[in-house]
């Protein structure tokens, strides 16, 4: 099973400010398997990015991704009060299955 | 509009069993593969497993926690994904969400609903 690690575990921030959240593989992926989900306190989650970093549904054009092998990072460029949740990175594995890493969680400083 | 719309959570007993529904509107339900995903409270998020379209034969995939104990699957007739619960743990405590598979991201989300298992 391919565990994924993200970190920092929380990330203090203010608004307009950079926030770069890191997704790290234990095995190398292929590049379109790394996806990054956003949640919000009693909400289901949300699609950020998938594929070669495109963006989920709405999501606006101030997210992005990057990364390739076993590293990858979300950037947020200049946070939103809206944007401060948890963030999830995720595998598809396949047959073998999905999972997710731990989560990072951006909180206004 | 993409809908999903869980249904089915509840208490029940170790040992249990409880089928949760998940009806979809709004897109070609019988094309993605259709994922469930479960959050224990306070904790983070984990796959439980996936089921493939006609053309794949209907195949599951399912994590090591609940192989064995869960199965899933759908009526494309109706619209709607299930997820069957048997032997069920007080670890398997959590909302249970259904998720649209497309090209291995899960775009669309239901609501959740909760299960306890308790004695």
Known sequence: EIVLTQSPGTLSL????????????SQSLAGSYLMWYQQKPGQAPRLVIFGDSSR???????FSGSGSGTDFTLNIYRLEPEDF???????????????FGQGTKVEIK | EVQLVESGGGLVQPGGSLRL??????????DPFMDWVRQA???GLEWVGRIRTKPHSYITDYAASVKGRFSISRDDSRNSL???????????????????????????WGQGTLVTVSS
């Not at chain 1, 989920?56 to 101030?62: H, L, T, V, Y």
């Not at chain 1, 949740?85 to 999972?99: I, L």
Request: charged share 15%; proline share 5%; hydrophobic share 25%.
């Open chain 1, 14 to 25: 203010s608004p307009g400010e950079r926030a770069t959240l890191s997704c790290r593989a």
């Open chain 1, 56 to 62: 989920g549904p709405g999501i606006p054009d101030r």
């Open chain 1, 85 to 99: 949740a948890v963030y999830y990175c995720q595998q598809y594995g396949g047959s073998t299955g999905t999972t």
């Open chain 2, 21 to 30: 529904s998940c009806v979809a509107s709004g897109f070609t339900f019988s």
């Open chain 2, 41 to 43: 409270p306070g904790k």
């Open chain 2, 82 to 108: 299930y997820l069957q619960m048997d032997s069920l743990k007080t670890e398997d405590t959590a909302v249970y969400y259904c998720a649209r598979n497309w090209n291995h991201a899960l775009d669309y």
